[in-house]
Each structure stands twice: as C-alpha cells, then as structure tokens.
T-cell receptor, first 113, second 108 residues
C-alpha cells in the first residue's frame, strides 16, 4: 500500500498569496488529520475528518485557514492570505475505520516570506 | 484537553548505550502511540501501546495506564536512532495529542 501522499513537499510563497496543500490518505482509511509543526508550538492538530465530515476543527487558527475533504481519497488545506507566521511543516495523517494507528505523510514544508 | 509531558527534553548518548524515555499524561486514554521523527522530518510509527508491553528489536515500550505513564526503552543505541521521539495520546476515536518530544542524539 502507498502511504499518505502530500503535495507540494516544499513551497515558498510571498505574504498575501493563497497556499493550497493537498493530501491523499491511505486507501481504505476513513479518518484524516491535518497537523502543523513549528519549533514554538510543536505538533498541533488543525482539523480532523471522519468519513469526509469535519469532526473537530478547533485547532484551525483563524478564518484564513480552511480545509475540505470532497471525497474519501482527497483533502486540501488552504491558507488565504498567507502570513510569515504560517511558516511551518504541515502534516497529513490517516487512520482506518477499525484501526487505532495513525500514519503520517512526509509533510509539506511551507515558507511564507 | 489532555496534557502530555515527555522527559528528558534532550538526551545525548554514546553509541551502544541504553536509554529510557518517559511520557506522562494527565487523563485516562485508550490510544497511545510512540513516533520517531528522523532528521529528514518523517514521522515513523514505533508502537501502538495503550497498555502493556511490546518489543520490536532493540526498542520496547511499556504503558501503565492506571498510573498514566509510558516508557520507551532503546537498547544498544545506534547513530540511526537519532531524532525526536514523540509520545501521542488520545481517547475514543479522537485525534492524538502530542507531547513536546525527546530529542536524542547518538554519537559514534
């Protein structure tokens, strides 16, 4: 099985631009998570989907962030407009219906200048 | 929410040494996982261990759920063990809450 696939792996963008991060979960997994990792705050949950429905979005920083999961095999995390403080590694992870182990993608390294 | 504390925050070992990493959590959980983040940033599952003891090669983990802690043992450490070790906990089918990690450096 292919793992969780994220794109882009690296992105450098200018402040004010829109950023879209993409994630393909492992086939058969029905839970999807977006996490953000920074030096200051560590790994923090942004949003969690179950069966394509957002269950917990309490970690989404503000209205500039939005996430969607239009189908079981695709999710996006969008930042509009981006700010330098959004610079971080954004991880997508998935978990199957009957399992407990969460599997992470390789992350999207975002730099906003 | 659940608080997760890991210790020590940093650890430097000579190759071949053994180490114990600790994870304390503030509430009852039914999901606990240990991850290794390698120097390239990848988060690799080590153990799913909400209770009991498991071993995988040179690594083993023990969780005492009633006392709200988990231990990760690394024996005969190698330079490839370097990186950050995270403990993450959860309840029900919720997302995991991560500790701040233990940064391990194994020197040759």
């Amino acid at each position: 099985d292919a793992g969780v696939i994220q794109s882009p792996r690296h992105e450098v963008t200018e402040m004010g631009q829109e950023v879209t991060l993409r994630c393909k979960p492992i086939s058969g997994h029905n839970s999807l998570f977006w996490y953000r990792q920074t030096m200051m705050r560590g790994l923090e949950l942004l949003i969690y989907f179950n069966n394509n429905v957002p269950i917990d979005d309490s970690g989404m920083p503000e209205d500039r962030f939005s996430a969607k999961m239009p189908n079981a095999s695709f999710s996006t995390l969008k930042i509009q407009p981006s700010e330098p403080r959004d610079s971080a590694v954004y991880f997508c992870a998935s978990r199957r219906t009957t399992g407990n182990t969460i599997y992470f993608g390789e992350g999207s390294w975002l730099t906003v200048v | 929410g659940i608080q997760v504390e890991q210790s020590p925050p940093d650890l430097i070992l000579q190759e071949g040494a053994n180490s114990t990493l600790r994870c304390n959590f503030s509430d009852s959980v039914n999901n606990l996982q240990w991850f290794h983040q390698n120097p390239w940033g990848q988060l690799i599952n080590l153990f799913y261990i909400p209770s009991g003891t498991k071993q995988n090669g040179r690594l083993s983990a023990t969780t005492v759920a009633t006392e709200r802690y988990s231990l990760l043992y690394i024996s005969s450490s190698q330079t490839t063990d370097s990186g950050v070790y995270f403990c993450a906990v959860g309840t029900g089918r919720r997302a995991l809450t991560f500790g701040s990690g233990t940064r391990l450096q194994v020197q040759p």
